[in-house]
């Protein structure tokens, strides 16, 4: 397994220890995987607080895009969404953590995708008021 794969295995697996060790060991927070994922997108989707800090501390740049021009912040807000509908949650409570953790560190809400899809819209097409009302305050 490379580094990369091993760093993304940590984060979805909630080792934070073996985070931290992998980033230590020089592993960059900002690579990509082979699906075009980062470490970051990996965290938010886990709503993995704690690895989102630590890659935030070994540089992990909470506005790059990626494949197709998805965000770490995009990848929040279609997991946050797409996982409440798929377990059988109800619109209204989606898991908001790592999304306001992208807001406050300074995440770009209108970032548009290859396909010009910001992360509001991105809420409008899933009818999820609650996190298009988190994006859209966090720019007021």
């Known amino acids: 397994m490379d580094d990369i794969s091993a760093l993304m295995k940590a984060i979805d697996d909630g080792q934070i220890t073996e985070v931290r060790r992998l980033l230590e060991a020089g592993v960059d927070a900002n690579a990509m995987d082979e699906e075009g994922q980062s470490p970051l997108m990996a965290a938010a989707c886990a709503n993995d607080l704690k690895a989102l800090d630590l890659l935030l501390q070994y540089g992990a740049d909470v506005r790059r ?6 965000t770490a912040l995009h990848m929040a807000v279609d997991f946050s969404i797409d996982s409440t509908i798929q377990r059988g949650g109800d ?50």
């Open 91 to 140: 619109l209204g409570d989606e898991p908001l953590d790592a999304i306001l953790w992208l807001l406050a560190h300074g995440a770009d809400v209108y970032a548009k995708t290859e396909r010009g899809e910001t992360a509001v819209d991105f809420a409008r097409a899933y009818c999820s008021g609650r996190v298009e009302r988190v994006l859209l305050v966090s720019q007021s």
């Open 65 to 70: 895009a990626y494949a197709d021009g998805w």
